[in-house]
């Protein structure tokens, strides 16, 4: 998982969909008065010494950029010596619009190993939601197209690098509502991913009373994955989430997303953060989906120790589903053949705006996680996927920690040229065999 700076340094743009709207400042004056540098170094120190050396810090937003660049300097140097990046051949990483990039930014994300994560939603025309206003002949206008620009520029910049770049897509209505603004968008991610440049969905996650409903139907949602999935198999240089992580979620080897993983809500492992007065918090999404709207203190500061707590997924687990056999649909996940590879999706995202139950994309998770099996078992006929075991096998921990081995191609042989369908002959019934010892001697 990860540990976050957010430095209390607000944004420059104001996306309209964005869950951290009530914590945006405006001007440099109150930016500059939000952070103490050396006290979220010492937040910094102490989580050091308290998690694990793989949750290495990156710094987060709203917009970090906006931070002085002595500052972001010292940040990033203060994980490269700590973390041991370069013997570890690991990166720190920022998460950053880029309207602000500057020359000296990429010379510190160079020097310091720093993974760059852009967030931006398309080409001009498709990524208006990211609203940006600023003073033009002494008044103030939308300049959203220009920030876009700058955006863009941002990216093809980092191309010429061998800093290593993602993109961050939110889906909404702006990007993805209709086919052909679909259509534009992935051809515009086509050629990101010709120079090297991946990146993943994030579907806007309707918040009330925060912001804008910029969100598209779970039916929607549905509709890009499998567009997207197809998109993807029709070229070799094509990767995206999240596509590819389901992908691997099928074969045992990670649930690389905190969406797949257990967490509690009220003060979720996934997102250690460090505020800008050294103070902790925890994912931003759950101040919204579990808080009052805006951030609440979670953490050490706190004094919550963060947690993956068992609670909510123990009741999904048993709470029938729309793939619960003979029961009504009631919020949960019963039966769901996928259950260790989504356990019931990110809490903030629950029906109803409850987080107990499951997400409201389950739909299109489901559909694309079955394209995906489906085309798996179409082109390795034998091979051996994490939903041959039972269903309600314990396999998602060992799949978080990295040591879930199904081996997936042991059960091929050569000259093999036809095999079972997920809908039929041996897969029928689950393969307790392909369930790993430790979870079938339990």
């Not at 939000?34 to 949750?55: A, H, N, P, V």
């Not at 993807?232 to 969406?259: F, S, V």
Request: overall charge negative.
């Amino acid at each position: 998982m990860t540990i976050l700076i957010q430095a209390n340094t607000g944004c420059n743009l104001g996306c309209t969909y964005c869950y951290e709207e009530p914590d945006r400042k405006y001007t440099q004056a109150e930016i500059d008065a939000e952070y103490d540098i050396d006290r979220i170094i010492g937040r910094l120190e102490q989580f050091e010494e308290k998690y694990s050396e793989d949750e290495i810090p990156g710094l987060h937003g709203g917009e970090p950029l906006l931070m002085a660049e002595d500052d972001i300097e010292r940040i990033f140097e203060w994980i490269y010596e700590n973390y041991n990046l370069e013997e570890r051949d690991r990166y720190a990483k920022i998460q950053t619009n880029g309207t602000l990039l500057t020359d000296r930014h990429v010379e510190i994300f160079e020097k310091y190993r720093v993974r760059v994560g852009i967030s931006c939603d398309g080409p001009a025309g498709l990524n208006d939601k990211r609203v940006a206003r600023g003073e033009v002949d002494g008044e103030m206008r939308d300049v959203t197209g220009s920030m876009t620009e700058r955006t863009l520029d941002a990216i093809d910049r980092l191309k010429k690098t061998e800093i290593p770049v993602g993109l961050i897509i939110v889906l909404t209505h702006q990007n993805a509502g209709t086919d052909e603004r679909l259509e534009k968008l992935l051809e515009w991610m086509d050629d990101l991913t010709r120079h090297g440049i991946y990146g993943h969905y994030n579907p806007a996650i309707p918040f009330e009373d925060v912001q804008e409903d910029d969100s598209l139907s779970p039916e929607r949602i549905k509709e890009v994955f499998l567009q997207s999935w197809e998109w993807m198999k029709q070229e070799p240089h094509r990767e995206w989430g999240p596509m590819t992580q389901y992908q691997d979620n099928l074969l045992g080897l990670e649930l690389a997303n905190c969406i797949n993983t257990k967490c509690d809500p009220f003060n979720p492992s996934g997102a250690k953060v460090i505020k800008g007065n050294g103070a902790t918090s925890g994912c931003g999404k759950t101040w919204s989906g579990v808080g009052d709207g805006g951030q609440f203190l979670q953490g050490d500061s706190a004094g919550n120790e963060y947690d993956r707590t068992e609670e909510r997924y123990k009741m999904l687990k048993q709470t029938p589903g729309p793939h619960t056999e003979g029961e009504p649909d009631q919020g949960g996940c019963k039966g769901c053949r996928y259950w260790n590879l989504c356990q019931g999706g990110c809490p903030a995202s629950g029906i109803g705006y409850e987080y107990r139950n499951r997400t409201r994309r389950c739909p299109a998770k489901y559909a694309l996680y079955e394209a995906i099996e489906q085309d798996m078992r179409s082109m390795f006929p034998g091979i051996r996927l994490v939903t041959d075991a039972p269903w309600d096998a314990p396999l998602a921990d060992d799949a978080v920690r990295d040591q879930l081995d199904i081996k997936p191609f042991a059960g091929m042989h050569h000259g093999q040229s036809s095999g079972p369908s997920i809908r039929g002959g041996a897969h029928d019934e689950p393969d307790v065999e392909a369930t790993p010892d430790r979870v079938r001697e339990e």
